[in-house]
């Protein structure tokens, strides 16, 4: 049976402490679902002795959820130190449309949870813990099958293993883009889609601008060829006389020997 706990102001939580201002507490927009409670009683000398145990899902409904077990020998404690474990442990998860980005099935000990998404009116088509971690988590519309032993514990860490096992198809789309040098890495994980659409934007410009560069280039020296091949044909002539007047200036020197005799 899943109990949803809100936390308020006042009562016992309070007086102890548990809840005021602590490291534990992440924000008042966070949901407690209680899983499971179970009673353990331990043999000890003069009787037994009872302690509890509980099991709590947290989320915002946004993409975070975590769970937590916690042990004490009352209920309410151990409800308390359970969700201070869930808080501790909430992760993120991807989201699309309200649903999982894709089909994953997952695995804890003998416990096997498969995970589907699903179109818009499905709902969430889950059980049990299964059923409280989606809730919690935010999906509004999933299909899910346990295919394995029906431990609460085991299922909810299935179902956990799964939902931190899912891929944000934008952040794929930008590691790829990354492998193949379109973009920059960055710190800032939350722009990828900015940078990709600027690095196709970038990629795009840069293609059109250096289209026309190497046909310019090309007429650039296509024009600057002609007058390199005209000027060696004007040098040539103008040498070719000088060596031509060459015996000219013999023929005079061998004139005046025959006039002196």
Same mark, same amino acid.
């Given at each position: 049976?899943?109990?949803?706990? &809100?936390? #308020?102001? =006042?009562?016992?939580?309070?007086?102890? =402490? #548990?809840?005021?201002?602590?490291?534990?507490?992440?924000?008042?927009?966070?949901? %407690?679902?209680?899983? !499971?409670?179970?009673?353990?009683?331990?043999?000890?000398?003069?009787?037994?002795?009872?302690?509890?145990?509980?099991?709590?899902?947290? #989320?915002?409904?946004? =993409?975070?959820?975590?769970? #937590?077990?916690?042990?004490?020998?009352?209920? $309410? %404690?151990?409800?308390?130190?359970? *969700? +201070?474990?869930?808080?501790?442990?909430?992760?993120?998860? $991807?989201?699309?449309?309200?649903?999982?980005?894709?089909?994953? /099935?997952?695995?804890?000990?003998?416990?096997?949870?498969?995970?589907?998404?699903?179109?818009?009116?499905?709902?969430?088509?889950?059980?049990?813990?299964?059923?409280? +971690?989606? %809730?919690?988590?935010?999906?509004?519309?999933?299909?899910?099958?346990?295919?394995?032993?029906?431990?609460?514990?085991?299922?909810?860490?299935?179902?956990?293993?799964?939902?931190?096992?899912?891929?944000?198809?934008? &952040?794929?789309?930008?590691?790829?883009?990354?492998?193949?040098?379109?973009? &920059?890495?960055?710190?800032?994980?939350?722009?990828?889609?900015?940078?990709?659409?600027?690095?196709?934007?970038?990629?795009?410009?840069?293609?059109?601008? =250096?289209?026309?560069?190497?046909?310019?280039?090309?007429? @650039?020296?296509?024009? @600057?060829?002609?007058?390199?091949? *005209?000027?060696?044909? @004007?040098?040539?002539?103008?040498?070719?006389? $000088?060596?031509?007047? !060459?015996?000219?200036?013999? @023929?005079?020197?061998?004139?005046? /020997?025959?006039?002196? %005799?």
């Amino acid at each position: 049976m899943v109990q949803q706990r &809100q936390r #308020g102001g =006042g009562g016992r939580d309070d007086r102890r =402490g #548990g809840r005021r201002g602590g490291r534990d507490d992440r924000g008042d927009d966070f949901t %407690e679902k209680v899983v !499971a409670i179970n009673r353990v009683a331990k043999v000890v000398k003069g009787g037994r002795r009872f302690s509890f145990t509980s099991l709590v899902v947290v #989320g915002d409904g946004k =993409g975070n959820v975590g769970f #937590g077990l916690g042990r004490a020998n009352e209920v $309410p %404690e151990a409800i308390r130190k359970a *969700a +201070i474990v869930a808080r501790r442990n909430v992760v993120k998860i $991807p989201l699309r449309n309200g649903t999982l980005p894709h089909p994953i /099935t997952s695995d804890f000990g003998a416990a096997r949870v498969m995970l589907k998404p699903a179109g818009p009116g499905t709902g969430v088509i889950a059980g049990g813990a299964v059923r409280a +971690i989606m %809730e919690a988590a935010g999906v509004r519309n999933v299909l899910t099958k346990s295919l394995g032993s029906n431990n609460v514990i085991n299922v909810v860490r299935a179902t956990m293993v799964g939902l931190q096992a899912l891929t944000d198809p934008r &952040q794929a789309r930008r590691e790829r883009l990354i492998l193949a040098g379109k973009i &920059q890495p960055d710190a800032d994980k939350n722009e990828a889609e900015g940078d990709s659409t600027a690095a196709t934007a970038t990629d795009g410009a840069a293609d059109a601008a =250096g289209a026309p560069q190497p046909a310019a280039a090309v007429v @650039a020296a296509t024009d @600057a060829a002609p007058p390199a091949a *005209a000027a060696p044909a @004007a040098v040539v002539p103008d040498a070719a006389p $000088p060596a031509a007047v !060459a015996p000219d200036a013999v @023929a005079p020197a061998a004139t005046p /020997t025959p006039a002196a %005799e």
